[in-house]
């Protein structure tokens, strides 16, 4: 990852962070290495990560990592977690039904699920930047040209309300926090 990768991750990480409450077991789909379980710290009391990219391969009392996609009927029990996060990851997923089910197996009543998605725009301006050796990025290909707006028709039917829709890096991320009723 590039200096430009670095900048807009975190940034999406920090527009996550002010909807995980103190103290939650977070399962992050997407984790890439763990920098989101890393950069909250403290914050968190426990957290699962899922990502076929992740390479460290170390584990610890707080932090669990998979090596692979997340999948239905992992061996977690209902209502494990506080908080699912999606940063930077819906967009790559064919079976996005699927994450939803899941993850409202897996929340307890109130939990949230927190989502980053780029706007279509994106595409286009990751192929400059990418020309422009300015990132790297990660699995750009696997973009399908997903529509952000479409996230309340997968999650709300699996028992989900929408709570907030907000746009970040100059409208061209956008934040879906959805809450398990």
């Not at 064919?94 to 899941?102: G, N, P, R």
């Not at 301006?125 to 707006?149: N, Q, R, T, V």
């Amino acid at each position: 990852m590039r200096i430009g990768d670095y900048l807009i991750q975190n940034w999406r990480m920090k527009i996550a962070a002010r909807w995980i409450p103190p103290g939650s077991r977070v399962l992050d789909i997407g984790c890439h290495q763990g920098e989101l379980f890393y950069w909250l710290g403290e914050a968190i009391s426990s957290s699962v990560g899922f990502d076929p990219l992740y390479a460290k391969k170390s584990n610890s009392i707080k932090h669990q990592f998979f090596a692979e996609y997340f999948q239905s009927g992992l061996t977690f029990a209902n209502q494990s977690f506080d908080v699912v996060t999606i940063l930077a990851t819906i967009e790559h997923i064919h079976e996005k039904s699927m994450i939803a089910q899941e993850a409202a197996r897996l929340l307890h009543s109130g939990g949230r699920v927190i989502v980053t998605a780029p706007s279509p725009l994106v595409d286009k301006i990751l192929d400059i930047l990418l020309f422009l050796h300015i990132i790297d990025g990660m699995s750009l290909e696997d973009h399908h040209g997903f529509l952000p707006a479409e996230l309340p028709a997968i999650f709300i039917p699996t028992g989900f309300s929408l709570r907030i829709i907000q746009k970040f890096q100059f409208g061209l991320n956008n934040l879906y926090v959805f809450e398990r009723t």
